[in-house]
């Protein structure tokens, strides 16, 4: 695509409004492109809204998966110098509680050192003193960097910024299809949820950030996205059964993590694969796994009372035909479809975690840069971000919503 830099600036419409569109949004908009970004539910609304709430420290898959690792580590560090205030910075425990785990040990430690995660090996004397409803069966203990999120919060120190920077925030606005001319996408048809009007909001390139729905995006424009929807469940439990995130010390499985938010323990999460992530059940036998396999970690969780039992659909990039999602590793990809599929003005952002959203967003608005002949730096690692509330007080954001819903709708 041709150049914009001595042009008005070129209109990049971005299709989600989660983790990932947050990102993008705040990215280019802090690199001078016209941004509008488009979602027809409530802002994280979808898998962002749904997750358990971990900063992750990269330890939970420094086995097995090392760039995911690395990736984590980094961007934990990045977020928290960021968006200060917006974690509980409570570190995380690692623990053994057979002799199974114990084996995992060496190789966890080992693999950790070599991602560059900050571990400490305790006693589990040590543990249980400041985890006291930890298993008694504790064989082991390590401390690593975790921490819990707000999601919703931290989505919207992103969605704040973006604004502050003239990017325009169109939640409960549908994209219903893609128009493509020529080999190229030119735009989005919408459908406003809110008013019930159509329109059609021309672009430069769009940008497909919609998660476990990238590939329902991208049948829009023809092409397809490498990417499976994997649910996992998450039980949430009334009271606080510990102040540290918890992890079974062995190879990722169900029913391994407690984290705490606020009040309550949310436990997690089982694993498979599906076609459609709006078509999600919550079996009750995965609850009862939840139950079973966290009362290993802290035996209180299995007499403790319901809050709320859902599931939630990763976007795990690979092809489709793995049976449950945990063979696939959790980094993320961006997508050229002009490359992938000879389709110009197209790109899709998938995988990856809440954790990595700043890095997933720095690939994206590169490559997005580079197809319109751009050169301009990522500026979001050293960018503080605003206050989660000045998405709702900030008053020039407001006035430009106001003023596009009197020209009718996103533009």
């Given at each position: 695509?041709?150049?914009?830099?001595?042009?008005?600036?070129?209109?990049?419409?971005?299709?989600?409004?989660?983790?990932?569109?947050?990102?993008?949004?705040?990215?280019?908009?802090?690199?001078?492109?016209?941004?509008?970004?488009?979602?027809?539910?409530?802002?994280?609304?979808?898998?962002?809204?749904?997750?358990?709430?971990?900063?992750?420290?990269?330890?939970?898959?420094a086995v097995g998966d090392r760039v995911s690792a690395l990736e984590c580590i980094e961007e934990n560090t990045i977020l928290k110098r960021?968006?200060?205030?917006?974690?509980?910075?409570?570190?995380?425990?690692?623990?053994?509680?057979?002799?199974?785990?114990?084996?995992?040990?060496?190789?966890?430690?080992?693999?950790?050192?070599?991602?560059?995660?900050?571990?400490?090996?305790?006693?589990?004397?040590?543990?249980?003193?400041?985890?006291?409803?930890?298993?008694?069966?504790?064989?082991?203990?390590?401390?690593?960097?975790?921490?819990?999120?707000?999601?919703?919060?931290?989505?919207?120190?992103?969605?704040?910024?973006?604004?502050?920077?003239?990017?325009?925030?169109?939640?409960?606005?549908?994209?219903?299809?893609?128009?493509?001319?020529?080999?190229?996408?030119?735009?989005?048809?919408?459908?406003?949820?809110?008013?019930?009007?159509?329109?059609?909001?021309?672009?430069?390139?769009?940008?497909?950030?919609?998660?476990?729905?990238?590939?329902?995006?991208?049948?829009?424009?023809?092409?397809?996205?490498?990417?499976?929807?994997?649910?996992?469940?998450?039980?949430?439990?009334?009271?606080?059964?510990?102040?540290?995130?918890?992890?079974?010390?062995?190879?990722?499985?169900?029913?391994?993590?407690?984290?705490?938010?606020?009040?309550?323990?949310?436990?997690?999460?089982?694993?498979?694969?599906?076609?459609?992530?709006?078509?999600?059940?919550?079996?009750?036998?995965?609850?009862?796994?939840?139950?079973?396999?966290?009362?290993?970690?802290?035996?209180?969780?299995?007499?403790?009372?319901?809050?709320?039992?859902?599931?939630?659909?990763?976007?795990?990039?690979?092809?489709?035909?793995?049976?449950?999602?945990?063979?696939?590793?959790?980094?993320?990809?961006?997508?050229?479809?002009?490359?992938?599929?000879?389709?110009?003005?197209?790109?899709?952002?998938?995988?990856?975690?809440?954790?990595?959203?700043?890095?997933?967003?720095?690939?994206?608005?590169?490559?997005?840069?580079?197809?319109?002949?751009?050169?301009?730096?990522?500026?979001?690692?050293?960018?503080?971000?605003?206050?989660?509330?000045?998405?709702?007080?900030?008053?020039?954001?407001?006035?430009?919503?106001?003023?596009?819903?009197?020209?009718?709708?996103?533009?």
């Amino acid at each position: 695509m041709g150049a914009h830099a001595s042009a008005s600036p070129a209109h990049v419409v971005i299709i989600g409004g989660g983790a990932t569109g947050a990102g993008v949004a705040h990215d280019l908009a802090l690199r001078g492109l016209r941004v509008t970004l488009l979602e027809r539910g409530e802002l994280t609304s979808g898998t962002s809204g749904r997750h358990h709430g971990l900063l992750h420290s990269g330890a939970r898959y420094a086995v097995g998966d090392r760039v995911s690792a690395l990736e984590c580590i980094e961007e934990n560090t990045i977020l928290k110098r960021i968006a200060p205030g917006s974690f509980e910075e409570n570190g995380g425990l690692f623990v053994a509680v057979t002799d199974a785990d114990l084996d995992h040990l060496e190789p966890f430690l080992q693999a950790c050192a070599e991602a560059r995660i900050p571990t400490e090996r305790i006693t589990p004397e040590h543990a249980l003193r400041e985890e006291p409803n930890l298993t008694p069966q504790l064989r082991a203990a390590v401390r690593v960097p975790d921490a819990t999120i707000d999601p919703m919060r931290l989505m919207l120190r992103f969605f704040a910024t973006a604004q502050r920077n003239g990017a325009r925030i169109h939640p409960f606005m549908e994209a219903t299809e893609i128009t493509v001319s020529g080999g190229a996408v030119r735009g989005v048809r919408v459908l406003d949820h809110v008013t019930g009007r159509r329109a059609e909001v021309a672009a430069d390139l769009v940008v497909n950030a919609a998660g476990p729905w990238s590939g329902a995006v991208a049948a829009m424009a023809g092409v397809t996205v490498p990417m499976i929807p994997s649910p996992g469940v998450l039980l949430a439990l009334r009271g606080r059964l510990s102040n540290m995130v918890i992890n079974r010390l062995h190879p990722s499985g169900d029913g391994d993590i407690v984290v705490p938010q606020r009040g309550l323990s949310i436990v997690g999460t089982s694993s498979w694969v599906v076609d459609d992530p709006d078509d999600l059940s919550v079996p009750e036998e995965h609850v009862r796994r939840m139950y079973e396999e966290g009362a290993r970690l802290i035996p209180a969780i299995l007499h403790s009372q319901r809050r709320a039992a859902w599931s939630a659909a990763r976007p795990l990039v690979g092809e489709p035909g793995t049976a449950s999602g945990r063979e696939l590793s959790r980094t993320f990809q961006a997508f050229d479809h002009r490359r992938r599929d000879g389709l110009e003005g197209f790109v899709s952002i998938t995988g990856g975690k809440s954790t990595t959203l700043r890095a997933m967003a720095e690939s994206c608005a590169d490559l997005v840069c580079l197809k319109l002949g751009l050169q301009r730096p990522c500026a979001t690692r050293e960018t503080l971000l605003l206050p989660h509330t000045a998405y709702y007080t900030d008053e020039r954001p407001r006035r430009a919503r106001e003023r596009a819903a009197a020209g009718g709708g996103a533009r």
